[in-house]
């Protein structure tokens, strides 16, 4: 299965973001949807996105703020979605970072451009890129080491993990006590590249549980929840 490129789509205007998001699933992209900045942020921590598209005028926080944030935590590309008589605030948007910007009314093929044109600079591939993580994260009685791509134990000896099972546990040291369903561990570990695999993530999590739980079948660090996904439930430190 070929992976795509995944989008957040922040609109607070119902009647624009979900054909928005239908024309562009339909032109192959992931879409997410968010009617506001809350959602957005949620999104953002919960996903791997590759392109945010953000209205600037939003009720709370607006398009601007969250361009501020999305900024200073990530080189995520922003495509700011503007009113004509928004030229300062289009202009304070690129100066805050957004790599772009499409003036309302616009048409969906004008943003799809836009949106080809800013991946191909990012150098998006489907696969959302991050810098790599040099932390360590002590969880339990153990502590990856990201920056070594390792795992030991309380007496330092190291444990073998497979590049699946290192992207799995990193994914979940970094939203620990946080139930992360398979669709977002899918996204967050492989860029989709493995979604054709219904049982994927699950297979994932039972060798890590062999791996680091006391007793696997009655794991104590890696916890189901039904319905919902899979959660570490224990306090991660960074170390």
């Known amino acids: 299965m070929t992976s795509k490129p995944h989008l957040l ?15 562009l699933g339909k032109n192959g992209y992931r879409v997410s949807q968010a009617a506001g900045a809350d959602a957005a942020r949620k999104a953002l921590a919960g996903y791997a996105i590759d392109c945010v598209i953000s209205d600037i005028m939003m009720p709370g926080e607006d398009g601007l703020s969250l361009t501020r ?22 202009i304070v948007g690129l100066e805050m970072g957004a790599d772009d910007y499409v003036v309302k009314p616009f048409s969906p093929r004008e943003l799809l451009a836009r949106i080809k044109v800013i991946l191909r600079r990012s150098g998006a591939t489907g ?12 969880f339990g009685d153990w502590v990856l080491r ?20 290192y992207q799995l546990l990193l994914a979940l040291v970094t939203h620990p006590q946080q139930v992360l369903s398979r669709d977002q561990l899918l996204d967050l570990t492989q860029g989709r ?29 890696i916890k189901t929840v039904w319905g919902g996904g899979y959660t570490l439930a224990t306090d991660v430190s960074k170390l």
């Open 69 to 90: 944030h999305i900024r200073a935590t990530s080189e995520i590309p922003v495509i700011l979605l503007t009113a004509k008589s928004e030229e300062t605030e289009r």
């Open 127 to 138: 696969v959302h890129q991050r810098a790599p993580d040099q932390q360590s994260y002590g």
């Open 146 to 165: 990201a920056g070594e791509r390792t795992l030991v134990d309380r007496d330092g000896v190291a444990v073998a993990l497979s590049t699946g099972e």
């Open 9 to 23: 789509l922040v609109e607070d205007e119902r009647s624009i973001r979900e054909p928005l998001a239908s024309f």
């Open 193 to 221: 590249e493995a979604a054709a695999f219904d049982r994927a993530i699950d297979n994932q999590v039972s060798r890590l549980r062999r791996k680091i739980e006391r007793d696997p079948k009655s794991p104590q660090l």
